[in-house]
């Protein structure tokens, strides 16, 4: 099978995997306190402390037990019904094609035993942490083999980084129109936790297109216990947000996309800044993003490098009017070969609604007055080659982008760095 394909053999097997894990060690503490009145069998024993209810025929034990068996497939396929049926929040979102002519039963079995082998120890965040890592690592070596079809579902966990290290989402509403497999939520998460702060005081929204990668999203969410409302559909032609002001918004919308049904929406109130061509969304995803902005919203998106320059179909009006009404904050120009899914070089935008000075959502000191102004950060020359096509940032590169952007907008714990190429300020 190629990768499109096993991946979600082997993500869904995953996700089984921890759940029925997690639901196992909570089985096992209400055992021992059976004689308190606990009940191991009470649905909603497990839904009070947020963890998913497993039917018995549904649990990892039971698939181990018959995995060499012929019919393996139709029993996993069962399972992922069942835990369908009695965990609402996870409708139409699992695999369930394990019965596939094409999926070689035997070595299904074999993976299932592998996948047996991975053991979680220690408490319940810590096992989510692990399974959560291993997840993770599987999205980005499928990634990795799909190549340019990797594009609609993972952003390299680095980018992933610089963009939630620039905009520090501690507190509000963390908006993705184009949400892949939830990889700028995921990181929201890690970066709040590793700041003292708390997943839950922000709420996140995301919506994509693609059926399958919905699912991917709704499993990555899933594994790791956060909670938020992930939609599927076309964000231009069936907004599911339409009322939505984020505090926050992070994005890695396709590059160039042709074909997005602008034809049928040039009258759309989004477009505030000037009407998209048909054959590239890009401006239409920056004007998408703008809209949904809060009064003190900040915005961090992945765009082609092109945007920065291009004039075809009025795409240089629409940059125009966006700068001279102020939004732009920062730009970052991007080493090249840093995505599985293009060799194209891309930049970050990160826009502001609000440049006075005013603070964003979670944060209390007040910055400094950028109004008139955009800093401009030439990063082509980091990061490292992890192989011979692929660069990643390195955690010191991501520090001194972010620690440059956060000194420029006066924030009083950001640490002046060396090594900014050009400052420029565009009034």
Partial sequence: MDAARYKDVVLGLIFLKYISDAFEAHHAKLEAERAEGADPEDPDEYRAENIFWVPPEARWSELQKNARQPAIGELVDRAMDAIERANPSLKAVLPKDYTAGALDKQRLGELIDLI??????????????????????????????????????????????????????????????????????????????????????????????????????????????????????DSFANDRFPDLRADYILANPPFKMKRWGGEHLQEDKRWKYGVPPTGNANFAWVQHMIHHLAPTGLAGFVLANGSMSSNQSGEGDIRKNIIEADLVDCMVALPERLFYSTMIPACLWFLARDKTGRPPAGQKKPLRDRRGQVLFIDARKMGRMVNRTHRELTDEDIRKIASTYHAWRGEKDAVKQEGLRRRTYVQ
């Fill in 116 to 233: 047996t082998n991975i053991h979680l120890g220690g408490a319940e965040n810590d096992a989510r942490d692990i399974l959560g890592r291993v997840y993770e690592y599987f999205l980005g070596q499928f990634a990795t083999a799909e190549g340019k079809k990797s594009g609609e579902f993972y952003t390299p966990r680095c980018i992933v980084k610089l963009l939630v290290e620039m905009l520090r989402p501690y507190k509000g509403r963390v908006y993705d129109p184009c949400c892949g497999s939830s990889g700028m939520f995921v990181q929201s998460e890690e970066f709040i936790r590793a700041h003292g702060g708390r997943i839950d005081d922000i709420s996140i929204y995301g919506q994509e297109l693609n059926y399958t990668t919905w699912r991917l999203a709704k499993m990555n969410l899933a594994i790791r216990g956060i909670d938020g409302r992930i939609e599927q559909g």
